[in-house]
């Protein structure tokens, strides 16, 4: 927890002597210091709201401390379309968050089991699918495969990039090539569904895991729902596209508390692993 304490102060621009930093609700807009909302892992203690995490402060939270080796870091997204902002908006998103790109990917321990992980960050242009991402996951995948390691991968997104085209949908593909061989080696593939995961990357690796884990009212969805509304012609339900939907109709195995996150994926790793 210190380490993870450590990381948000860091992201957050609070520095290491400030124990009294408040924080303040998105949703409740309830004021609360910093090191309460951190032990309550970044869940708001007065309504329950869950602070999006970067993906450095999820690695810290959920990896053993100095465990996680980075990988594939150089994969970096290129405007190979000359796509018109495109490079202001990826100079941007690395100036903001200090991350190359919209996923984070290594090897770390989870409970003193070794595995690979990812982790999408939605302050990097939504977390959308770019080649990048794509390409770094594959490598991720196969990593694992060579190394017969497990893999655990928590997703957000808004879903392809657009400013990579016909690309960025490819690597839908891509990576579900890379997750079935894996898969066929006899590897274990878990997911954690966060908010938002949309798009492109739910129509993909989010839903291929053998275990599939969901945070409380994550978002999880493929198209908007105006747009499903529209071609449909139907209402749709007030909780429709939530986590606690898709577990009611069989797309989720488990709703976990982010607290409770560490201690169930160390189960299951020990589990299903030698």
Request: charged share 25%; proline share 3%.
């Given at each position: 927890?210190?380490?993870?304490?450590?990381?948000?102060?860091?992201?957050?621009?609070?520095?290491?002597?400030?124990?009294?930093?408040?924080?303040?609700?998105?949703?409740?807009?309830?004021?609360?210091?910093?090191?309460?909302?951190?032990?309550?892992?970044?869940?708001?203690?007065?309504?329950?709201?869950?602070?999006?995490?970067?993906?450095?402060?999820?690695?810290?939270?959920?990896c053993?401390a100095?465990?996680?080796?980075?990988?594939?870091?150089?994969?970096?997204?290129?405007?190979?379309?000359?796509?018109?902002?495109?490079?202001?908006?990826?100079?941007?998103?690395?100036?903001?968050?200090?991350?190359?790109?919209?996923?984070?990917?290594?090897?770390?321990?989870?409970?003193?089991?070794?595995?690979?992980?990812?982790?999408?960050?939605?302050?990097?242009?939504?977390?959308?699918?770019?080649?990048?991402?794509?390409?770094?996951?594959?490598?991720?995948?196969?990593?694992?495969?060579?190394?017969?390691?497990?893999?655990?991968?928590?997703?957000?997104?808004?879903?392809?990039?657009?400013?990579?085209?016909?690309?960025?949908?490819?690597?839908?593909?891509?990576?579900?090539?890379?997750?079935?061989?894996?898969?066929?080696?006899?590897?274990?593939?878990?997911?954690?569904?966060?908010?938002?995961?949309?798009?492109?990357?739910?129509?993909?690796?989010?839903?291929?895991?053998?275990?599939?884990?969901?945070?409380?009212?994550?978002?999880v969805?493929?198209?908007?729902?105006?747009v499903i509304?529209?071609?449909?012609?139907?209402s749709?339900?007030?909780?429709?596209?939530?986590?606690?939907?898709?577990?009611?109709?069989?797309?989720?195995?488990?709703?976990?508390?982010?607290?409770?996150?560490?201690?169930?994926?160390?189960?299951?790793?020990?589990?299903?692993?030698?």
């Amino acid at each position: 927890m210190k380490n993870f304490l450590s990381t948000v102060r860091t992201k957050l621009g609070f520095g290491e002597k400030e124990p009294d930093s408040v924080i303040a609700c998105p949703k409740c807009r309830h004021e609360d210091s910093l090191k309460r909302v951190t032990d309550n892992s970044m869940v708001c203690p007065e309504c329950g709201y869950y602070h999006r995490l970067g993906a450095r402060e999820r690695i810290a939270m959920i990896c053993d401390a100095d465990s996680f080796q980075e990988l594939f870091s150089s994969v970096r997204s290129e405007d190979f379309l000359n796509f018109p902002k495109y490079k202001e908006k990826l100079s941007g998103a690395v100036e903001k968050t200090g991350e190359s790109e919209a996923v984070i990917c290594g090897t770390a321990a989870i409970g003193g089991r070794k595995c690979a992980i990812f982790v999408m960050d939605s302050r990097f242009i939504m977390a959308s699918m770019g080649s990048a991402v794509g390409e770094r996951i594959t490598r991720l995948f196969e990593h694992a495969c060579e190394n017969r390691l497990p893999v655990v991968g928590f997703t957000a997104s808004g879903g392809a990039r657009m400013q990579e085209g016909i690309l960025s949908l490819m690597q839908m593909a891509k990576v579900s090539g890379a997750i079935k061989r894996h898969a066929n080696a006899g590897n274990l593939y878990i997911t954690v569904l966060t908010d938002p995961t949309t798009g492109g990357v739910t129509a993909s690796f989010a839903m291929e895991g053998d275990i599939i884990l969901a945070e409380p009212k994550a978002l999880v969805g493929f198209a908007g729902r105006r747009v499903i509304e529209q071609n449909t012609g139907e209402s749709l339900p007030a909780d429709f596209q939530t986590a606690e939907f898709l577990l009611a109709h069989g797309f989720v195995d488990k709703i976990v508390e982010r607290r409770k996150q560490r201690e169930l994926l160390t189960v299951l790793l020990r589990q299903h692993t030698a």
